[in-house]
């Protein structure tokens, strides 16, 4: 499969019609519906069902849109660290979960951004299974990660930093004026904790070692969305402080007694050649 056919693919997807699509790549309506079936030929699967007016991706559509997309972007960042070699500049990726280390990590980047400006930095916002897994694929450089998380297969440093775990509480909530939260004040409070792979068992060994005992109600991702159910009133959040700014909003952070911690990593793929732009900051993140 070439990347030129690729493109084409992931352009029809996005505009739903061939005859937008082909106007979008300066190719005749033709032309592309027959680069299009090759690829499908030569996949040997259906990419498309195409109805009166638009076109729907099949399973297998959608399949290779998802990897298309991955690849593009992965040839895209290589390509640009490739050319610009000579110099320190290009792409650097940093994929991470909600935490104020970002905030630790930003006067690394400024003092990268003002050394090298050529450079350009993505973020991706994700908890560590989703960060873990584009490290993995090759689409991030680095990953900010909270523990607990499986770290064997990476490379990493740990972060002169530690989270705090608490509850995030409406502040008409019964629980509201309190210092700070045991197990027990949480056996009747409808709940979403956090849906990371690792982090129910560390919160159900704080809680006393059964999460069954408690009225779990769901699970988030990323805590902004979180938060809005606890402002109407529709539960709590075990979390990490200083996500959300909860000043002037009907919102209140209170920590776990005994304390729960979690450390903080910047973790990266081993034996991986990184590139001038990477091990630029890695050289920085090590003198901090």
């Known amino acids: 499969m070439e990347l030129r056919v690729l493109t084409y693919f992931l352009t029809v997807a996005r505009e739903k019609t061939i005859s937008k699509a082909a106007e979008s790549l300066n190719l005749s ?12 030929e030569e996949l040997g699967v259906t990419l498309f069902i195409r109805g009166n007016r638009f076109i729907t991706l099949t399973e297998d559509g959608l399949y290779l849109m998802k990897r298309g997309q991955e690849i593009l972007s992965l040839v895209e960042s290589t390509t640009t660290n490739l050319n610009k070699s000579e110099i320190i500049s290009g792409q650097l990726t940093i994929g991470g979960g909600e935490t104020q280390a970002f905030e630790f990590l930003g006067g690394i980047l400024h003092e990268l951004r003002d050394n090298y400006p050529e450079i350009n930095i993505h973020l991706y916002s994700g908890n560590a299974d989703d960060v873990l897994e584009k490290i993995d694929k090759g689409l991030i450089d680095f990953g900010l990660v909270i523990d607990p998380v499986e770290k064997q297969k990476y ?3 740990r972060l002169p930093l530690v989270d705090h775990w608490g509850i995030l509480v409406n502040t008409s909530h019964r629980l509201a004026n309190k210092k700070t939260i045991q197990p027990k004040d949480l056996q009747q409070t409808p709940l979403l904790i956090s849906n990371q792979s690792l982090v129910d068992n560390q919160l159900s060994e704080w809680l006393g070692g059964n999460l069954e005992h408690f009225n779990v109600i769901g699970t988030y991702n990323l805590l902004y969305n979180a938060s809005l ?12 402080d200083n996500i959300v700014n909860t000043a002037n909003t009907n919102l209140t952070f209170i920590p776990f007694s005994p304390p729960l911690t979690a450390n903080i990593n910047i973790v990266w793929k081993k034996n991986l050649t990184l590139s001038s732009v990477a091990k630029e900051f890695l050289r920085l993140l090590k003198s901090v």
Not at 231 to 237: D, L
């Open 155 to 157: 490379e990493y440093i």
């Open 229 to 240: 159910l606890v402002k109407e009133g529709v539960a709590s959040v075990l979390c990490i």
């Open 29 to 40: 309506q033709p032309t592309l519906s027959k680069q299009l079936k090759e690829l499908e």
